[in-house]
């Protein structure tokens, strides 16, 4: 006959979570600002009135498949919230917290602001990943190969860039001002879980202005198990500013580079790095020879 009070714990179905993040680049592509937000699901059948909101942010391992989880893009139906949330280290995870109790109906999205920075330094790159294989063209026997350039915006997740908070897994989209003071949708990309301190690199897409050709143009063999290539990659652009271009290529079995026209480094044992300026309105070729022992 005495009352009791009686606490229910577990695993609940169809509440979900998960983190966007919206970069607004500058004109002149040295610095952007980033706001980051928690969009919350809720499907369960149930509302949640006046609750504490915690959240746990890392790869929890799970027996069961996980729950799919709604669209990021989902209309929210109710205004963001703008209170920060507070974060901590928990076990191997982060834990975020809002700072004051909040509501959300069932069947419906909701958005809390995360983390934000102002004026976060960045870097554009533009790169060209060499083909495993591009020995000839086989459609066009003396034809170039062309290759796309990517587009890339790099930034430090660290307190001297403005940000320095660990960063759930989430989509990024890009957005930059166009000249007449409008904001354009430039891509997005989709980050895993970031710490403090790391860096992070965003592919926006594929430069419409900046083109790439290559060409093998010799092969000697040199000996029993060793032979010679040459190759020449040529980089166009049609901006009406500089870029340099960053030109990796594959190179198998034991390599030698015997001679290049352009600054390059050893990035990895079958992998070699070119850095090559090309002028506004510009075409810059890229030669090197390696000789390979297999």
């Excluded at 993040?21 to 928690?38: I, S």
């Excluded at 390599?255 to 309105?281: D, E, G, I, Y």
Aim: overall charge positive; charged content about 20%; some cysteine.
């Amino acid at each position: 006959p005495a009352k009791q009070r009686v606490e229910a714990s577990y695993l609940a179905t169809k509440l979900a979570w998960n983190a966007d993040y919206v970069l607004t680049v500058g004109r002149e592509d040295k610095a952007g600002d980033v706001d980051g937000w928690v969009t919350l699901t809720n499907n369960s059948g149930t509302a949640f009135r006046n609750a504490r909101l915690q959240l746990v942010a890392g790869d929890l391992n799970r027996v069961r498949h996980e729950v799919r989880r709604m669209r990021a893009d989902a209309a929210a139906s109710a205004a963001p919230v703008q209170e920060k949330m507070a974060q901590e280290s928990f076990s191997d995870y982060h834990l975020y917290t809002l700072g004051r109790r909040t509501s959300i109906n069932n069947a419906e999205t909701k958005q809390v602001s995360m983390l934000s920075g102002t004026g976060v330094p960045l870097t554009k790159r533009y790169i060209v990943e060499g083909q495993a294989f591009y020995y000839h063209n086989a459609r066009h026997p003396g034809a170039p190969m062309k290759d796309v350039v990517q587009v890339y915006y790099q930034l430090r997740n660290d307190q001297a860039s403005g940000l320095g908070a660990p960063m759930p897994s989430g989509t990024v989209r890009v957005y930059q001002a166009d000249s007449r003071g409008g904001v354009q949708f430039v891509g997005e990309d989709r980050i895993g879980h970031t710490p403090k301190d790391e860096t992070i690199k965003l592919k926006i897409g594929n430069a419409f202005d900046v083109v790439c050709e290559r060409n093998q143009t010799d092969f000697r063999k040199v000996g029993p198990s060793s032979h010679e290539v040459e190759y020449e990659i040529t980089l166009r652009n049609h901006k009406a500013s500089a870029v340099t271009v960053e030109v990796n290529e594959p190179i198998g079995g034991t390599w030698r580079m015997l001679s290049s026209s352009h600054q390059w480094q050893k990035t990895a044992a079958w992998a070699s790095q070119f850095t090559v300026p090309v002028a506004a309105n510009g075409t810059a070729v890229l030669k090197y020879r390696a000789r390979i022992v297999y």
